[in-house]
């Protein structure tokens, strides 16, 4: 198994440039997580997924939209880039079944975007 | 709404030292608490779950303790390492709700 996959692993953006993060799973994972990551701090919730065709938002979903078509995927779009959008994106994943022993949380490595 | 809180921010210990790492959690409806490991610009390990029904976990080096009436968790590290020295990250999922909510990591350096 792959695990959560995450591409590309550096961007750069002008401001107002849009791209997609993407995010994808082999574990047949229902719940798909997008987090950022600001330089010295903890994880913000972007966007959440909970299986395909439904998403949600998290804590901080101003300036992304994202798409569930398959249990595998789940891309993250900026549209507009601003140089507050700088910051490192997580994608995780989660098994529906929980339970002791069963670690919830999956991630990938990371995509480190710059906007200028 | 549920606010996540890790103290200390940061850490510096001489090796071999016994620490003590805090997270605080303000809604004790959680369903459960996970601890991460993140190394410099590295994505995050997962270390210990705890389930809300639990009030501890050990993994060799690490004991994890939950108090959900009081909202709090704490992480025990025994006889510190130089390999130690990452960020630690706790995270909190809310009964119901499918997210999880991370604190702001307590950074932690192990000296040798």
């Known amino acids: 198994n792959a695990g959560v996959t995450q591409t590309p692993k550096f961007r750069i953006l002008k401001i107002g440039q849009s791209m997609t993060l993407q995010c994808a799973q082999d574990m047949n994972h229902n719940y798909m997580y997008w987090y950022r990551q600001d330089p010295g701090m903890g994880l913000k919730l972007i966007y959440y997924s909970v299986g395909a065709g439904i998403t949600d938002k998290g804590e901080v979903p101003n300036g992304y939209n994202v798409s569930r078509s398959t249990t595998e995927d789940f891309p993250l779009r900026l549209e507009l880039a601003a140089p507050s959008q700088t910051s490192v994106y997580f994608c995780?994943?989660?098994?529906?079944?929980?339970?002791?022993?069963?670690?919830?949380?999956?991630f990938g490595n990371g995509t480190r975007l710059t906007v200028t | 709404k549920q606010e996540v809180t890790q103290i200390p921010a940061a850490l510096s210990v001489p090796e071999g030292e016994n620490l003590v790492l805090n997270c605080s959690f303000t809604?004790?409806?959680?369903?459960?608490l996970q601890w991460f490991r993140q190394d410099p610009g590295k994505g995050l390990t997962s270390l210990l779950l705890?389930?809300?029904?639990?009030r501890e976990q050990t993994s060799g080096r690490l004991n994890a303790s939950l108090d959900k009436s009081s909202g709090r968790s704490t992480l025990y590290i025994a006889a510190s390492q130089p390999g130690d020295s990452a960020t630690y990250l706790c995270a909190v999922e809310s009964s119901g709700t499918y997210k999880y909510i991370f604190g702001t990591g307590t950074r932690l350096k192990v000296l040798a």
């Open positions: 995780a994943s989660s098994p529906t079944l929980r339970g002791a022993g069963i670690s919830p949380l999956h």
């Open positions: 809604d004790s409806a959680i369903y459960n």
């Open positions: 705890i389930q809300s029904s639990q």
